[in-house]
């Protein structure tokens, strides 16, 4: 019998795998579903940092409009402060949302594309790791989904210029 944990998985796996956008809202709804999971009402697990972290994402989620839900790339400083009002936390908050949302988007790309190819797809959140670690084509599409645009980012310390 599948756990829930297992459950959750599988259902996240699948909406990415039939949905050939990645937006918030559809992230929004895979959080919302498995914080209405029956073990989510088990004493105890509640309070858990995974738990309370999928809390405060939906916090933030749910202060977003229908637009910032569609189109993450274009929430900038003023809308962050207006989110993070309206959700009780912090700007750093609200990027760490977009962040999360971003690496689910990687993971979205990844799953896709293997599916179009008609490879293997992982069971498991231990087998996705594992071939994700060993994929790396998973590079490729971390870069174009962390910046879109195609601009160089500067590695390295500056100089300074004295």
């Known amino acids: 019998m599948e756990t829930s944990r297992e459950k ?26 498995q914080s209405k999971q029956w073990a989510m009402y088990i004493p105890g697990v509640s309070q858990t940092e995974e738990v309370k972290m999928m809390k405060q994402s939906l916090s933030v989620l749910n202060a977003m409009t229908p637009e910032e839900l569609d189109s993450p790339g274009k ?8 989110i993070a009002v309206a959700s009780n936390t912090s700007t750093q908050d609200v990027t ?8 689910s988007a990687i993971v979205h790309g990844w799953l896709r594309m293997k599916k179009q190819a008609g490879e293997a797809l992982p069971k498991t959140e231990k087998e996705m790791a594992t071939m994700q670690q060993n994929d790396p084509r998973i590079r ?11 601009t160089k980012v500067r590695s390295g310390r500056r100089r300074s210029a004295f």
Do not use: C, H
């Open 8 to 33: 959750s998985f599988t259902d996240m796996i699948n909406v990415m795998l039939n949905s050939p956008q990645w937006k918030l809202g559809l992230w929004k709804g895979t959080l919302e579903a």
């Open 140 to 150: 490729t599409i971390a870069s174009k989904i962390m910046n879109p645009t195609g």
């Open 75 to 82: 929430i900038k400083g003023s809308q962050k402060e207006r």
């Open 96 to 103: 760490k949302v977009i962040l999360q949302f971003q690496q």
